[in-house]
């Protein structure tokens, strides 16, 4: 495995259901499941069929905005979760190309309403895109944008990922009112 001194990574035990906050990861066998709650956040899964490994990271921004600031890798940051991701495949002798790939989140929490546009979850979302396409991840299913916050299992024995979206933000709710309807959703299996 990489570096284990990487900031967000969790260890698990056989049969738990590990619940990963904004920053936090994990590859391995372990865990009986991975649990997260993304809002603009932005989860990637990744399941072996074969081999029954899967990992999970939660980030909160694409990159980190100043480099050698001497600190090591930090789960928080899209580009060092997945980097660990792709070296933790590596550790186990895989491929990117080998996994079924998951993307999910990247909400917009703070809609028009809020006078304020970050487009955090767009930026993460975009990012998101980026990384998979230049690793190679076989991308199974998509379930980004919108307005609504999702919680993502993914379970080791089968792979299988559960996917429940929550209601809008009183945020989202009103201006999705005074736009006349709310912000479709960006489900796509892929498969």
Not at 168 to 189: E, V
């Amino acid at each position: 495995m990489p570096d284990a001194s990487i900031a967000g990574l969790q260890p698990a035990r056989p049969g738990q259901v590990l619940n990963l906050l904004a920053g936090q990861l994990y590859f391995g066998p372990s865990p009986a499941s991975l649990r997260t709650l993304l809002g603009s956040c932005v989860a990637l899964t990744l399941w072996h069929p074969t081999r029954r490994l899967g990992g999970m990271c939660h980030f909160l921004l694409p990159s980190r905005p100043v480099r050698g600031d001497g600190n090591g890798p930090d789960g928080r940051y899209g580009d060092d979760a997945i980097g660990w991701l792709v070296q933790a495949l590596a550790s186990a002798g895989t491929r990117p190309g080998e996994y079924h790939t998951g993307l999910y989140g990247g909400a917009d929490t703070l809609p028009d309403a809020a006078g304020v546009k970050f487009n955090i979850g767009e930026r993460n979302i975009d990012f998101g895109w980026r990384l998979i396409e230049h690793h190679g991840f076989d991308l199974s299913e998509v379930d980004v944008g919108d307005s609504v916050p999702r919680t993502i299992e993914l379970t080791l024995a089968t792979g299988r990922v559960a996917l429940r979206r929550g209601e809008p933000t009183a945020l989202s709710r009103g201006a999705a009112a005074r736009a006349g309807a709310a912000a479709p959703a960006n489900r796509n299996p892929i498969r």
